[in-house]
Protein backbone atom coordinates (compact mmCIF):
# COMPACT_ATOMS: atom_id res chain seq x y z
CA UNK A 1 0.00 0.00 0.00
CA UNK A 2 2.11 2.64 -0.73
CA UNK A 3 3.47 7.00 -1.53
CA UNK A 4 4.31 9.60 -2.61
CA UNK A 5 1.40 8.98 -4.67
CA UNK A 6 2.62 6.23 -0.43
CA UNK A 7 4.17 3.52 1.27
CA UNK A 8 0.72 3.91 -0.16
CA UNK A 9 -1.94 4.34 1.93
CA UNK A 10 -1.45 7.78 1.35
CA UNK A 11 -3.88 8.28 -0.67
CA UNK A 12 -1.80 9.61 -3.34
CA UNK A 13 1.83 7.73 -2.80
CA UNK A 14 4.24 8.62 -0.37
CA UNK A 15 6.53 10.43 -3.42
CA UNK A 16 2.89 12.06 -4.79
CA UNK A 17 1.81 12.88 -1.54
CA UNK A 18 4.94 14.86 -0.59
CA UNK A 19 5.25 16.56 -3.55
CA UNK A 20 1.09 18.09 -3.33
CA UNK A 21 2.00 18.38 0.53
CA UNK A 22 4.93 20.45 -0.10
CA UNK A 23 2.99 23.02 -2.97
CA UNK A 24 0.31 23.34 -0.12
CA UNK A 25 2.23 24.09 2.36
CA UNK A 26 4.73 26.88 0.65
CA UNK A 27 0.93 28.02 -0.93
CA UNK A 28 -0.29 28.24 2.50
CA UNK A 29 2.74 30.18 4.05
CA UNK A 30 2.02 32.92 1.53
CA UNK A 31 0.25 36.43 2.20
CA UNK A 32 -3.33 35.68 2.23
CA UNK A 33 -2.66 31.79 0.83
CA UNK A 34 -4.06 29.77 3.43
CA UNK A 35 -7.23 28.77 2.63
CA UNK A 36 -10.16 29.58 5.47
CA UNK A 37 -11.47 26.60 7.68
CA UNK A 38 -14.12 24.42 5.50
CA UNK A 39 -12.73 25.87 2.52
CA UNK A 40 -12.50 23.52 -0.65
CA UNK A 41 -8.69 24.09 -0.42
CA UNK A 42 -7.94 23.48 3.50
CA UNK A 43 -6.92 20.47 4.61
CA UNK A 44 -5.77 18.97 7.91
CA UNK A 45 -2.38 17.33 7.40
CA UNK A 46 -2.55 15.27 11.05
CA UNK A 47 -6.00 13.69 10.34
CA UNK A 48 -4.90 12.36 6.81
CA UNK A 49 -2.18 10.87 8.02
CA UNK A 50 -4.16 9.45 11.16
CA UNK A 51 -6.35 8.40 8.77
CA UNK A 52 -4.25 7.28 5.61
CA UNK A 53 -1.37 5.52 7.38
CA UNK A 54 -1.56 4.66 11.13
CA UNK A 55 -5.28 3.71 11.15
CA UNK A 56 -4.78 1.23 8.33
CA UNK A 57 -1.30 0.35 9.84
CA UNK A 58 -3.23 -0.60 13.11
CA UNK A 59 -5.68 -2.28 11.70
CA UNK A 60 -3.47 -4.36 9.53
CA UNK A 61 -1.10 -5.44 12.98
CA UNK A 62 -3.69 -5.88 15.39
CA UNK A 63 -7.40 -7.30 13.55
CA UNK A 64 -5.25 -9.77 10.74
CA UNK A 65 -5.50 -12.87 13.35
CA UNK A 66 -8.08 -15.72 12.44
CA UNK A 67 -9.57 -15.31 16.16
CA UNK A 68 -10.69 -11.02 14.91
CA UNK A 69 -11.11 -10.12 11.28
CA UNK A 70 -8.47 -12.74 9.70
CA UNK A 71 -5.86 -11.70 7.09
CA UNK A 72 -8.20 -10.47 3.76
CA UNK A 73 -11.28 -8.89 5.93
CA UNK A 74 -8.21 -6.67 8.03
CA UNK A 75 -7.02 -6.10 4.77
CA UNK A 76 -10.07 -5.29 3.36
CA UNK A 77 -10.73 -2.87 6.29
CA UNK A 78 -7.45 -1.51 6.50
CA UNK A 79 -7.78 -0.16 2.24
CA UNK A 80 -11.07 0.89 2.86
CA UNK A 81 -9.21 4.13 4.82
CA UNK A 82 -6.95 5.35 1.81
CA UNK A 83 -9.62 4.36 -0.49
CA UNK A 84 -12.43 6.29 1.38
CA UNK A 85 -9.95 9.79 1.78
CA UNK A 86 -8.92 9.60 -1.61
CA UNK A 87 -12.63 9.80 -2.82
CA UNK A 88 -13.78 12.43 -0.17
CA UNK A 89 -10.52 14.34 -1.73
CA UNK A 90 -11.92 14.20 -5.24
CA UNK A 91 -15.20 15.72 -4.27
CA UNK A 92 -13.97 18.34 -1.67
CA UNK A 93 -11.92 19.38 -4.35
CA UNK A 94 -14.76 19.65 -6.95
CA UNK A 95 -12.43 18.82 -10.07
CA UNK A 96 -10.27 15.21 -10.72
CA UNK A 97 -7.16 15.48 -9.14
CA UNK A 98 -4.92 12.80 -11.00
CA UNK A 99 -2.53 12.25 -8.10
CA UNK A 100 -5.36 11.19 -5.78
CA UNK A 101 -6.58 8.75 -8.58
CA UNK A 102 -3.09 7.31 -8.80
CA UNK A 103 -3.15 6.79 -5.16
CA UNK A 104 -6.61 5.04 -5.16
CA UNK A 105 -5.38 3.05 -7.72
CA UNK A 106 -2.27 2.31 -6.53
CA UNK A 107 -3.85 0.81 -3.13
CA UNK A 108 -6.10 -0.74 -5.35
CA UNK A 109 -3.24 -2.83 -6.49
CA UNK A 110 -2.29 -3.50 -3.16
CA UNK A 111 -5.49 -5.26 -2.50
CA UNK A 112 -5.14 -6.89 -5.37
CA UNK A 113 -1.95 -8.49 -4.67
CA UNK A 114 -3.25 -9.46 -1.06
CA UNK A 115 -6.13 -10.99 -2.33
CA UNK A 116 -4.54 -12.91 -5.64
CA UNK A 117 -1.96 -13.76 -2.84
CA UNK A 118 0.43 -12.59 -4.94
CA UNK A 119 4.53 -13.40 -4.51
CA UNK A 120 5.42 -10.53 -2.51
CA UNK A 121 8.22 -9.21 -4.73
CA UNK A 122 4.95 -7.77 -6.81
CA UNK A 123 4.38 -5.36 -4.41
CA UNK A 124 7.59 -3.53 -4.06
CA UNK A 125 7.42 -3.81 -7.69
CA UNK A 126 4.53 -2.09 -7.62
CA UNK A 127 5.33 -0.02 -4.88
CA UNK A 128 8.20 1.48 -7.26
CA UNK A 129 6.19 1.41 -10.71
CA UNK A 130 3.84 4.12 -9.19
CA UNK A 131 6.31 7.32 -8.60
CA UNK A 132 9.32 6.00 -11.41
CA UNK A 133 6.50 6.29 -13.85
CA UNK A 134 5.47 9.74 -12.21
CA UNK A 135 9.07 10.36 -13.08
CA UNK A 136 9.53 9.49 -16.24
CA UNK A 137 6.45 10.89 -17.68
CA UNK A 138 7.92 14.15 -15.86
CA UNK A 139 11.46 13.94 -17.47
CA UNK A 140 9.37 13.03 -20.83
CA UNK A 141 7.90 16.37 -20.81
CA UNK A 142 11.48 17.80 -20.77
CA UNK A 143 10.89 17.39 -24.39
CA UNK A 144 7.45 19.08 -24.70
CA UNK A 145 6.12 22.99 -25.03
CA UNK A 146 5.06 22.31 -21.32
CA UNK A 147 7.37 20.74 -19.08
CA UNK A 148 5.24 19.30 -15.92
CA UNK A 149 7.02 21.42 -13.52
CA UNK A 150 4.51 24.23 -14.83
CA UNK A 151 1.34 21.48 -13.36
CA UNK A 152 3.34 20.29 -9.89
CA UNK A 153 5.44 23.40 -9.21
CA UNK A 154 5.25 26.26 -10.99
CA UNK A 155 1.67 26.92 -11.24
CA UNK A 156 -0.86 29.88 -10.49
CA UNK A 157 -2.29 28.59 -7.66
CA UNK A 158 1.40 28.95 -6.07
CA UNK A 159 2.93 31.62 -8.27
CA UNK A 160 1.29 34.55 -9.53
CA UNK A 161 2.09 33.27 -13.24
CA UNK A 162 0.92 36.51 -14.85
CA UNK A 163 3.04 38.79 -12.70
CA UNK A 164 5.96 36.95 -13.05
CA UNK A 165 5.65 36.72 -17.23
CA UNK A 166 5.55 39.96 -17.06
CA UNK A 167 8.21 40.73 -15.15
CA UNK A 168 10.55 37.89 -17.17
CA UNK A 169 9.30 39.97 -20.65
CA UNK A 170 10.05 43.20 -19.65
CA UNK A 171 13.68 42.23 -18.48
CA UNK A 172 13.97 39.81 -21.58
CA UNK A 173 14.51 36.73 -19.63
CA UNK A 174 12.31 34.46 -21.05
CA UNK A 175 14.40 32.17 -22.32
CA UNK A 176 16.57 32.11 -19.53
CA UNK A 177 13.73 31.30 -17.51
CA UNK A 178 12.93 28.45 -19.75
CA UNK A 179 16.33 26.89 -19.46
CA UNK A 180 15.73 27.23 -15.77
CA UNK A 181 12.50 25.76 -16.06
CA UNK A 182 13.95 22.67 -18.04
CA UNK A 183 16.95 22.25 -15.34
CA UNK A 184 14.32 22.19 -12.59
CA UNK A 185 12.08 19.43 -14.37
CA UNK A 186 15.21 16.92 -14.30
CA UNK A 187 15.78 18.04 -10.90
CA UNK A 188 11.76 16.93 -10.34
CA UNK A 189 11.99 13.91 -12.25
CA UNK A 190 15.22 12.68 -9.96
CA UNK A 191 13.09 13.53 -6.62
CA UNK A 192 10.22 10.90 -8.01
CA UNK A 193 12.93 8.47 -8.67
CA UNK A 194 14.50 8.51 -5.31
CA UNK A 195 11.13 7.29 -3.92
CA UNK A 196 10.54 4.76 -6.36
CA UNK A 197 13.91 3.22 -5.71
CA UNK A 198 13.65 4.13 -1.54
CA UNK A 199 10.29 2.42 -2.11
CA UNK A 200 11.46 -0.90 -3.52
CA UNK A 201 13.79 -1.40 -1.17
CA UNK A 202 11.79 -0.57 1.77
CA UNK A 203 9.16 -3.04 0.64
CA UNK A 204 11.90 -5.51 -0.14
CA UNK A 205 13.19 -5.58 3.14
CA UNK A 206 10.15 -5.13 5.02
CA UNK A 207 7.42 -7.54 3.18
CA UNK A 208 9.23 -11.20 2.71
CA UNK A 209 5.70 -13.02 4.36
CA UNK A 210 3.38 -14.34 1.76
CA UNK A 211 0.41 -12.51 0.62
CA UNK A 212 -2.96 -13.34 2.21
CA UNK A 213 -1.32 -14.16 5.63
CA UNK A 214 -1.37 -12.43 8.66
CA UNK A 215 2.43 -12.67 8.75
CA UNK A 216 1.66 -10.40 5.43
CA UNK A 217 -0.53 -7.92 6.67
CA UNK A 218 1.43 -6.86 10.23
CA UNK A 219 4.29 -6.50 7.33
CA UNK A 220 2.18 -4.20 5.00
CA UNK A 221 1.27 -2.39 8.11
CA UNK A 222 5.44 -2.01 9.47
CA UNK A 223 5.62 -0.81 5.57
CA UNK A 224 3.20 1.56 5.49
CA UNK A 225 4.53 3.13 9.36
CA UNK A 226 8.08 3.30 7.74
CA UNK A 227 7.34 4.44 4.63
CA UNK A 228 6.25 7.91 5.80
CA UNK A 229 9.47 9.02 8.04
CA UNK A 230 12.12 7.23 5.41
CA UNK A 231 10.60 8.35 1.86
CA UNK A 232 7.56 10.76 2.50
CA UNK A 233 9.18 13.32 4.54
CA UNK A 234 12.77 13.46 2.59
CA UNK A 235 11.01 13.54 -0.89
CA UNK A 236 8.99 16.69 1.21
CA UNK A 237 12.18 18.32 2.12
CA UNK A 238 13.32 17.98 -1.47
CA UNK A 239 10.40 19.10 -3.20
CA UNK A 240 10.41 22.17 -1.18
CA UNK A 241 14.07 22.67 -1.73
CA UNK A 242 13.28 22.52 -5.57
CA UNK A 243 10.39 25.43 -5.32
CA UNK A 244 12.72 27.58 -3.22
CA UNK A 245 15.31 26.97 -5.97
CA UNK A 246 12.89 27.79 -8.18
CA UNK A 247 12.03 30.74 -6.83
CA UNK A 248 15.82 31.69 -6.35
CA UNK A 249 16.20 31.94 -9.47
CA UNK A 250 12.82 34.09 -10.71
CA UNK A 251 14.11 36.49 -8.00
CA UNK A 252 17.46 36.74 -9.98
CA UNK A 253 15.11 37.17 -13.12
CA UNK A 254 12.50 39.21 -12.73
CA UNK A 255 14.02 41.53 -9.84
CA UNK A 256 10.74 40.13 -7.96
CA UNK A 257 11.07 39.68 -4.08
CA UNK A 258 9.73 36.27 -3.27
CA UNK A 259 6.41 37.76 -1.79
CA UNK A 260 5.80 39.21 -4.80
CA UNK A 261 5.60 36.11 -6.83
CA UNK A 262 3.79 34.45 -4.66
CA UNK A 263 -0.53 33.94 -5.10
CA UNK A 264 -2.01 35.94 -2.82
CA UNK A 265 0.57 38.57 -1.98
Known amino acids: MTAPL ?17 SESASDAAPGGSAPPGAPGAGNPLLEIAITIIV ?21 LALAFPVGWGIRDLVRRHKLNWLAVLGIVSTLLTGGIGLLKLDPQWLAVKEAAVPGLIGLAVLGSNWTR ?10 PQLFDVVKVQHALE ?25 SSVANYVLARWVVVSQAGTEAF ?19 MVMMMGLMFWLARGLRSLTGMDLGDMLRGA
Request: aromatic share 8%.
Open 217 to 235: NQELGRLTLLSYPIIALPS
Open 146 to 155: WPLIRVLVFN
Open 6 to 22: PSDPPPRGAAASAHESA
Open 170 to 194: SRRNVVPFELHLRTGTMLLAATFFF
Open 56 to 76: PAVVLMQLSSEQRLGPIGALL
